[in-house]
């Protein structure tokens, strides 16, 4: 009879640690599962001393990649569409970017009726030239869009693959500010690089402000025909890790133990609750 009491006990207990475990997994689960969402680019400018347009339509997924086909009115000499256009959709793909580790994309940090404008100057050590781009996202029930204009000037060293990356540091700037500061590069076929720095401003709802720096790196691999270029870009976020005692921590550890926490207390007084149970049930057992 007793045996069969603490059977019970231990199974109606087994029962709700599961319970919560599916729980705390299907939570995690419906928060990071969403559509992909349609997004527009349109840049127009002046490059090399030359007018020119460039837009077109894109898609993001859930693991920050956007895929997008942008339409150039005319290509200005000496120039090639990887030159902007990374740094062009990845102003846009801040919203949807992947979130590694705790990282917040501005998504998660403005919501989905949102507006942020962003100026970014990129300098080519190389050849001395530089780059402005400058304009805004406007979300509108969690579809981006990016209007700019971009200005200056490029040496085209040819060989160009269409490839290219880059690493921000993310600073915020209180509230309605971040600033980044980034080094990235273009492949070439021969697997030399063309490098480029990239400064960032971006100025969004004074509402909001980044909870703590990030990193943020974009990838990219496009190529060109026609007057048409056709992207995919990786875009991710992580927080930066701060040393504690010799340990890199990464800022957010606590959040992300938290759901793991809840569980592991009700796992703490299930087990407690059975050891109690058990006792009380030999304790009258002895007294029979």
């Not at 087994?14 to 527009?40: C, D, E, K, R, Y």
């Not at 693991?63 to 120039?79: C, D, E, I, R």
């Not at 490029?154 to 309605?176: D, K, R």
């Not at 971040?178 to 960032?200: C, P």
Request: charged share 10%; with cysteine; hydrophobic share 40%.
């Amino acid at each position: 009879m007793g045996h069969n009491h603490i059977g019970k006990i231990k199974g109606v207990i087994l029962g709700a640690m599961i319970f919560a475990l599916l729980a705390t997994a299907q939570t995690q689960i419906s928060a990071s599962t969403w559509s992909p969402v349609p997004f527009t680019i349109h840049v127009s400018g002046r490059v090399n001393g030359v007018d020119f347009s460039v837009g077109g339509p894109g898609i993001v997924d859930p693991l920050g990649t956007y895929s997008a086909n942008l339409t150039f009115s005319n290509m200005p000499p000496n120039f090639h569409p990887v030159f902007m256009t990374a740094y062009t959709v990845s102003i846009c793909c801040y919203l949807y970017a992947r979130e590694a580790n705790g990282g917040m994309n501005l998504h998660t940090l403005l919501g989905d009726n949102a507006t942020y404008s962003v100026i970014r100057n990129l300098a080519f050590p190389s050849t001395g030239d530089s780059l402005m781009i400058n304009g805004t996202v406007t979300s509108t029930e969690g579809s981006p869009s990016f209007v700019g204009t971009i200005s200056g000037t490029t040496s085209n060293p040819g060989g160009l693959t269409g490839a290219s990356s880059y690493e921000a540091t993310v600073n915020p700037q209180g509230a309605g500010s971040v600033k980044s500061i980034a080094n990235g590069h273009f492949l070439q076929s021969g697997g030399s690089q063309v490098n480029i720095t990239v400064d960032e401003t971006i100025s969004f709802d004074t509402r909001f402000s980044l909870p703590f720096p990030e990193k943020r790196t974009v990838d990219e691999t496009g190529s060109l025909s026609g007057l048409t270029y056709t992207l995919v870009l990786h875009s991710v976020v992580s927080p930066l890790a701060v040393s504690v005692g010799g340990v890199v921590v990464p800022v957010d550890k606590l959040g992300l133990l938290a759901p793991y926490i809840g569980l592991a207390s009700t796992i703490t007084v299930a087990a407690a609750a059975t050891a109690v149970c058990v006792r009380r049930v030999k304790h009258r057992k002895e007294k029979q």
